[in-house]
Every structure is written in structure tokens, then in C-alpha cells.
Nanobody
Framework: QVQLVESGGGLVQAGGSLRLSCAAS????????VGWFRQAPGKEREFVAA????????AYAASVKDRFTISRDNAKNTVYLQMNSLKPEDTAVYYC???????????????????????WGQGTQVTVSS
């Protein structure tokens, strides 16, 4: 079992930055892929970014590429999402997810498919004002 806790959300003006953290406890986190998803009111949950257990594979949604960066510190059991140049349309609840899939061939599909992730956090609210 893996427990995930997100933090770092808040209210920020457009153009500003936030860093979200996803802290894990439970089983060895080092061998888990981690993803960030978000859900805005009235919309479906959507993929934002993901990283493999080693950090060697990353993926980003087109809408956040070049603005968001995902990274991990396995010594701290934490994955980060650095969000720069925030826009009002980034407003959502952000969730982190974890899964023990490690095979590189399976990662592309895992990364973007929310139903394939095994563990989820409770979410953190990000609000970007215009």
C-alpha cells in the first residue's frame, strides 16, 4: 500500500509559479511511477505530467509542456511539479498518482490513462487569478 499526500497548492496570479509536492509513505516508493492529473469543475480528470521510477522517462500534456516540470527525489519519497507561467485555465484540483509499473514499453499508456494508476492522493487546489 502507498499513501500519497499532495501539498503546495494555493492562489496565485496569472504568470506566477507554484511548486506542488507529492509525498509518499508505505511501500518502497523508489520503484513507482508517479503522475500528476488535474480536474477542473465540470470537467473530467486530465493528465498533466508523469515520471518513471528512475526519472529517466517523463511525459507532459501539450497544454503544460515548457511551463511545468516534473521531478522526483527518491531519498525524500517525494515527487514535485514545478508550475511556471500559470494561466487561469490551469485552475483545478491537482492529484498525484502512483503505480508500480516499471516496464518502459508500458509507461506511455500508463502515463496518460488515469484508470490505470493504482494509488491516488486527496488532491490540492490550485487557483490562478487573471
Amino acid at each position: 500500500q502507498v499513501q500519497l499526500v499532495e501539498s503546495g497548492g494555493g492562489l496565485v496570479q496569472a504568470g506566477g509559479s507554484l511548486r506542488l509536492s507529492c509525498a509518499a509513505s508505505g511501500r518502497t516508493f523508489n520503484y513507482y511511477a508517479v503522475g500528476w492529473f488535474r480536474q477542473a469543475p465540470g470537467k473530467e480528470r486530465e493528465f498533466v505530467a508523469a515520471i518513471s521510477w528512475s526519472g529517466g522517462n517523463t511525459a507532459y500534456a501539450a497544454s503544460v509542456k515548457d511551463r511545468f516540470t516534473i521531478s522526483r527525489d527518491n531519498a525524500k519519497n517525494t515527487v514535485y511539479l514545478q508550475m511556471n507561467s500559470l494561466k487561469p485555465e490551469d485552475t483545478a484540483v491537482y492529484y498525484c498518482a502512483a503505480d508500480s509499473t516499471t516496464a518502459p514499453s508500458k509507461l506511455p499508456r500508463l502515463f496518460v490513462t488515469s484508470s490505470m494508476w493504482s494509488y491516488w492522493g486527496q488532491g490540492t487546489q490550485v487557483t490562478v487569478s487573471s
